[in-house]
């Protein structure tokens, strides 16, 4: 028998080992990529932890949460363990964002987008206790509606409220209450309502009562007399035409086309501590917005969201203002392919843009939220993280059109004819008729 020579046994171990070292090679990079997607691995920063506790209210712009989490995008981002949990109401909300899930509570949620501001200012918390918040992206534009009860149905109520006022007056003269009903103060379907309501003339704390409903029992409410008017989003605007209770007066949209709405907000301290993680978070949160815009969705989307643990509704109270379909329930006021559908992705609907926090945070200035000579822009610079949504999009290979060159979106107009400048949030504020603030 030949003994092998030196070099051929090392030439066969140098074999064997190349062999075996590849393999687990390949293993462990296989393993990097289930773990750390989207070329986290090889930038060394995957999540930190796996999970994060998302709150939600039960309404259509909180979709982007129910796909993320039905669609596996946050497992594909390495957060498989995030939980999406329902909310009661935005107090609630607000009190468990304060808590943290440290406490029992929430890391972040789908929120009314004055909230973060509210919350982080501690105007709305207890004791006036601020808990810094982040906005990392905007969840949608457009689409909540402002519906009216069917008593007013002769008036067949649009963007017009002077025909509002002179039902109302007459009502209120005959001893009765008038209430106006929206979802939390100062957030965004409160100040919806006040805009809508002032530019016809009804001022909003002396014309009426303004009462917080949460979403959900919207309908409800109004079924046994509670409310004359809302502001919500969907689905309940369109179950309410269903059940036969009421109208939808205007969509958001036509107010001010194209208005931001909610955002995803979290906890500064747990995006500060778990950075990698919250970039998952919005990566996957971003996928799921641009997947629920598209058209071939929408049937899909419809039924994810009406599912019980989300919105708990029927499909069918859903689908059509999904799909653009808006019958207002005014006879012969259908609007087919509405330009004020909801949107996720489409017209930087992702982006949250500083300008627009400015005029939430004016609004707010308006109606006694804060105090006239708040320094709005500082407070955003802290609480909007544009820039955690841009290096998010960056990394997830996101179009350059579809991402803002500007942090403003610039002067922005609205169905009254009123301008508001970002370069000059007071002039607006000035050409108010209604307001509370001095300016």
Known sequence: MTKPTDQTSARGLSRRHILKATAGTAAVL??????FPAGAFAQGAGPEVKGAKLGFIALSDAGPLFVAKDKGFFAKHGMPDVDVQKQASW????????????????????????????????KVTQNNQPTPMYILARLNLDSQCISVAKEYADLKLGVDTAPFKAALEKKKASGKSIKAAMTFPGGTHDLWLR???????????????TIVVPPPQMVANMKVGTMDCFCVGEPWNLQLIHQGIGYTAVNTGEIWNKHPE???????????KYPNAAKAILMAVMEAQQWSDKAENKQELATIMGKRQWMNCPVEDVYDRTAGKFDYGIPGKVVENSPHIM???????????????????????RWGKYEPGFDSKALIAKVNREDLWRDAAKTLGVAASDIPASKSRGKETFFDGKVFDPENPTAYLKSLSIKRADV
């Open 30 to 35: 296989a393993a990097a990529r289930l773990n």
């Open 91 to 122: 107090g609630t909300t607000r009190d468990n964002l304060v808590l943290g899930s440290e406490g029992n509570g929430i890391d972040g949620a789908h929120i009314l987008t004055p909230m973060p501001y509210l919350i982080s200012s501690g």
């Open 195 to 209: 805009y809508w309501l002032a530019a016809g003339g009804i001022d909003p704390d002396k014309d009426i009562e």
């Open 262 to 272: 909610k955002s995803l907000g979290m906890r500064a301290a747990w995006v500060d």
């Open 343 to 365: 949107k996720y992705w489409r017209d930087h609907a992702s982006y949250p843009f500083q300008s627009h926090d400015l005029w939430f945070m004016t609004e707010d200035i």
